[in-house]
């Protein structure tokens, strides 16, 4: 009978351990933070959400596991919806710092939805919902990417840049040198619109960049258009 329930013990063990490495299927994240100027200044525009405008400040897209060969988990666990009222301390600093502007307009809980489930429940194994959502928000705040760029004399004002100075610029403010990933606005000018940066994978603090995550290049003429 001991045999038995020690196998039995060990099983569920083993299923546990497998469970717990499945979660873990990825090295790093990116953090993701976007310029609101950018996003509306396209030809789909954009909608404020019901919070009223956001400042005029980087705001995060997401906090997304990735792997080192540039593929990525998601959608890790349909029985984990988001839930609000688990980040209701949180969502002032969300409405502020994680804002939709996708439209029609919304509250943006449809938003933190899709970012929770989608890449929030890929790394369960490190956070629970509040864990994701606070997380990325101190990681976004430790930056402080816009002061970074206006002590190198870049500022949202519609003036070009060259991809080089950002990078610059937030590598010499921030100890990092992101991925920055461009769009174009309704004349087709190359615009300055989000900034990747790594984190660990144990959301410890940031590191260097395993790999590029792809996206629209930016040639050497950027624009920073104002918000």
Not at 38 to 66: E, M, V
Not at 159 to 181: E, F, L, M, N, R
Request: net charge negative; charged share 15%.
């Amino acid at each position: 009978m001991r045999t038995r329930l020690s196998l039995a013990f060990l099983l569920v063990l083993a299923a546990g351990c497998a469970a717990s490495a499945a979660a873990q299927d990825y090295d790093f994240f990116y953090l993701v933070l976007q310029w609101p100027g950018s996003y509306c200044d396209t030809k789909q525009s954009c909608c404020y959400p019901r919070s009223g405008k956001p400042a005029a400040d980087f705001g995060i897209h997401g906090l997304w596991p990735n792997r080192d060969d540039g593929s990525y988990p998601q959608n890790c666990n349909p029985n984990s919806a988001f839930d609000p009222s688990k980040v209701s301390d949180l969502l002032s600093s969300l409405r502020s710092n994680w804002p939709t502007l996708a439209c029609p307009t919304s509250d943006g809980l449809k938003f933190w939805a899709h970012e929770w489930e989608k890449h929030g429940t890929c790394a369960e194994n490190l956070f629970n919902e509040h864990g994701y959502f606070q997380t990325a928000l101190s990681l976004r705040d430790e930056l402080k990417v816009l002061d970074a760029l206006a002590a190198a004399g870049i500022s949202p004002d519609g003036g070009y840049y060259t991809q080089a100075a950002i990078k610059s610029a937030i590598q010499q403010g921030t100890g990092y040198a992101p991925y920055v990933d461009c769009n174009r606005d309704e004349s087709g000018n190359t615009q300055l619109y989000q900034l990747y940066f790594c984190v660990a994978a144990d959301a410890s603090g940031f590191v260097e960049c395993p790999v590029s995550p792809g996206g629209r290049p930016c040639g050497n003429r950027v624009e920073f258009p104002a918000f």
